[in-house]
Structure formats: C-alpha cells, structure tokens
C-alpha cells in the first residue's frame, strides 16, 4: 500500500531564505508526483506535476526533483516571501491506484517578514 | 473563470439530515475525482469518473455516500443520513486524460465544501 511521507510537518524561516521541502513515498511504482499549494479554508492549488520518466521540473522560484528508485521528491523554493507562507502537499499517482492520487499530510510553511 | 467550481462553498447540518453537493468541472475534462479532507491532513480519495462513468470508490465511501455525473458533465455527491464523523472539507477535482500518455494529466481542483454535522 503505497503511503507517503511530508518532513517537516511545518516550517518558519525569515523572508528571503532559500528552502526544501522533502516527500518521500513507499512505492517507486508511480506514474507522476504532483505538487500543491493549499491557503488555509481553500482548495488546492498545482504547482508542478513529474512525470516518472522526469528528474525536475521548475515553474518561476520553484523547482521540484524527483528519484523514483529512492521515493524521494524535493521543493526548493528559492529567495521566499511571506506570500509563500501556505501548506504544501505532495502526492503521487501510483501504478496499481488506477487514477488516484495519493497524498502526504503537508508542510506547513510560514515566511516571517 | 474557467476552473473546477463547487456548490456551497460551506454546509452547517443536523445529523440525520441528508445533504448534497455539486461539482462542475473544467470544461472538456473527461475525469472527475472526489476527495474528503479533514484537518491537518492531506485530501484522502473517494471515488472518480470517467465521463459519465463511476470506475472506483474508496472503501471511505460508505452506503451512505453516493456519487453520480450525469452526461460526463458536472458530478453531485449526496450523503444520507449524515454523521458527526462527517464533518470534513469535500474537494472536487478534474482532470483530461488523453489515450496512451498516462501520467501527464494534472488534477485540477476546486475550492471545495466545508461540511459541519452538528
């Protein structure tokens, strides 16, 4: 059963530095990994989407790698601002889950001005 | 705005009571997903279509809970006889699934409904 994992469940770091966020999952059988942004009370919003065949994929300051064979996928997110402060969720489309996708529960983020 | 919408946005009932929310989706998708997510936790998957047809439900998806997308087009998810345990944020998302290129299509998702069983 695939299960996937979000360290650190939440983070504070001063405006303008330069962070990761880690997901790690328990079934390298995935077709994609996808990346979300959700505000508090809203729904979610896509950041980027990796395929399996896909070691990175980048979208402005946001850049997020994937290693399937070690189930590991990372969000560097660079020079942040406080607008950035959001939950960040990751999730996968595995192979045997037919279309749906997997979710960790989240990296809570906070960028102090 | 062309993005996933749902109806309400927010939904205060008695348990007991039966309740249901609508879902319509980017136009031309041809999935259509329902998630429930409670606090502090990532959205759990409750069942999707393919156009008009229902291809999986969750074992979260008790008797209680039935979900239709009549014509391929919006989806509702009414649930009977609510229970406290219920009480969740709903999430509807989207998605265009195209022959021969699994693992490219993006979900979409809509602002969902924040559900209180009293």
């Known amino acids: 059963k695939q299960e996937v994992t979000q360290i650190p469940a939440a983070l504070s770091v001063p405006e303008g530095e330069n962070l990761v966020l880690n997901c790690s999952f328990t079934d390298s059988a995935i077709y994609n990994l996808q990346w979300f942004r959700q505000d508090p009370g809203k729904g979610l919003t896509s950041l980027l989407l990796i395929q399996s065949s896909q070691r990175e994929q980048t979208s402005g300051r946001l850049n997020a790698s994937l290693d399937k064979s070690s189930g590991r996928s990372t969000l560097y997110i660079a020079a942040s601002q406080p607008g950035d402060s959001a939950t960040y969720l990751c999730a996968v489309s595995g192979v045997d889950s037919s279309y749906k996708l997997i979710f960790g529960s989240g990296t809570r983020l906070l960028v102090r001005p | 705005d062309t993005g996933v919408s749902q109806d309400p946005r927010h939904k205060i009932t008695k348990r007991g009571q039966n309740v249901t929310f609508r879902c319509d989706p980017i136009?031309?998708?041809?999935?259509l997903y329902w998630y429930r997510q409670t606090l502090g936790q990532g959205p759990e998957f409750l069942t999707y279509f393919q156009n008009e047809a229902q291809l999986e439900k969750s074992r979260l998806l008790s008797d209680r809970f039935s979900a239709e997308r009549p014509k391929g087009s919006f989806s509702t998810l009414e649930i009977q006889r609510t229970e406290q345990g219920d009480s969740a944020m709903y999430l509807c998302?989207?998605?265009?699934?195209?022959?021969?290129?699994?693992?490219?299509?993006?979900?979409?998702f809509g602002p969902g409904t924040r559900l209180t069983v009293l």
């Open positions: 136009s031309e998708h041809n999935r």
């Open positions: 998302a989207s998605s265009l699934s195209r022959t021969g290129q699994r693992g490219t299509d993006t979900q979409y």
